[in-house]
């Protein structure tokens, strides 16, 4: 029976493979317009929120009732499709066990398991006793324009219409509950020093040295955070960037050092920025030259917290006894601040995602299914 399913299931995700969202551009209107048509071909009523650029959010509603709303949750678009790969990207094909492609397992397994659960929900809507809404939003890999775009327009009407909002995101954690992300917070460090001639620099202050010292500084601050271990894991701080010098015959003025510090639920951005500056100005020596902290970016990390009721029923549902921390950055904090009980729970592994020869295990299809359509029914049933 599962087996059956995975294998439609398997058609359908091929299918949205080959309609290409990798972001930047996007694109996801196409793949929103192909989801709009098979659901109207089902007798539903879709609605595309146009954002411009060919950029779009789909959502579609069934059932009614004041007292709950299950959002099915998932992103349009992909990552670039970047590196070797053995198979072709936007094929969708299955060798073996696996089917590979940009998007196999984040996420668009998790939105045709979503999408078939709420097409075969809505053949039996008459039993419903709250509303199901399948909800898939553009731009989540880059800036969350899709999420913040339907809040800022429908999440103070979601909120008022049910007393609460429940939500799936169908990122890939192997269909293990997680209640929980890490956040990450991105900056650059501006080092700066002293200009002179190359042939004598000791009449200038290298701001490449002190870049130099403040990686190989900050590999000591990773350490340090690495054992700090809560129940979510350790936060981690990496380098990823760095730049320096003006010119092949002086001493350089700048430079500058790009940190990727991810965080734990319950790390505050605020604290997060004053410790690396505490860590650069007490335990970095930087030869000389002076360094200013600038965020680049920065994104919350999320928890839905363990006893909420909606995160029992679907763990008691998935057979797990302790909920899981998703290891990388997701929606589930946008969408907890903006009043929606959230938690993530897909198929596919993250291991897979962002690389060569993305795949999912074609098995794991029919039972995600299986497994919304068991939540489904718990929760609105
Ligand atoms: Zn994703």
Redesign the pocket.
């Given at each position: 029976m599962a087996a059956d399913k995975s294998q439609d299931l398997a058609r359908l995700l091929s299918e949205m493979i080959r309609i290409n969202t990798v972001s930047p551009p996007g694109n996801e209107k196409d793949l929103a317009a192909y989801i709009a048509e098979i659901l109207r071909s089902n007798g539903l009523e879709p609605t595309i929120q146009d954002l411009g650029n060919n950029r779009a959010n789909i959502f579609c509603e069934i059932g009614e009732g004041d007292e709950c709303r299950l959002i099915l949750n998932g992103?349009l678009d992909v990552v670039p499709a970047e590196g070797e790969w053995k198979h072709d990207p936007f094929e969708g094909r299955i060798d073996g066990e696996y089917l590979y492609g940009r998007g196999a397992c984040?996420?668009k397994a998790g939105l045709a398991c979503m999408l078939q659960a709420f097409i075969d929900t809505a053949k039996e809507e008459s039993r419903l006793k709250g509303r199901l809404k399948l909800f898939f939003v553009t731009d989540?890999?880059t800036s969350n324009l899709g999420l913040r775009s339907y809040i800022s327009e429908y999440g103070e009407k979601d909120r008022l219409s049910a007393k609460r909002n429940y939500a799936l995101i169908g990122?890939p954690t192997d269909l293990n509950v997680c209640n929980s992300h890490y956040g990450v917070e991105r900056y650059w460090i501006n080092v700066h020093g002293v200009s002179a001639h190359s042939s004598k620099p000791e009449l200038g202050v290298n701001a490449i040295s002190g870049a130099a010292a403040i990686v190989d500084s900050l590999s000591g601050y990773h350490k340090e955070l690495r054992s700090r271990v809560t129940e979510w894991g350790s936060p981690s701080c990496a380098v990823t960037m760095i730049e320096g010098g003006e010119k092949q015959n002086s001493i350089a003025a700048h430079a500058r050092v790009f940190i990727d510090r991810r965080t734990v639920p319950g790390e505050k951005a605020e604290d997060v920025k004053k410790e690396v500056e505490a860590w650069l100005d007490e335990r970095t020596d930087l030869r000389g030259c002076t360094c200013d902290t600038e965020l680049y970016f920065t994104f919350g990390s999320g928890l839905l917290p363990s006893g909420n009721s909606f995160l029992s029923a679907i763990m008691e549902e998935a057979g797990q006894e302790k909920a899981e921390v998703f290891p990388a950055g997701?929606e589930q904090g946008i969408m907890l601040s903006a009043g929606y009980e959230a938690a993530v729970l897909g198929p596919g592994s993250i291991k897979d995602?962002h690389m060569p020869d993305e795949k999912v295990r074609v098995s794991d299809l029919g039972k995600a299914y299986e497994l919304y359509r068991k939540i489904i029914s718990r929760i609105l049933m």
């Open positions: 992103h984040d996420m989540e890999e990122e997701c995602a």
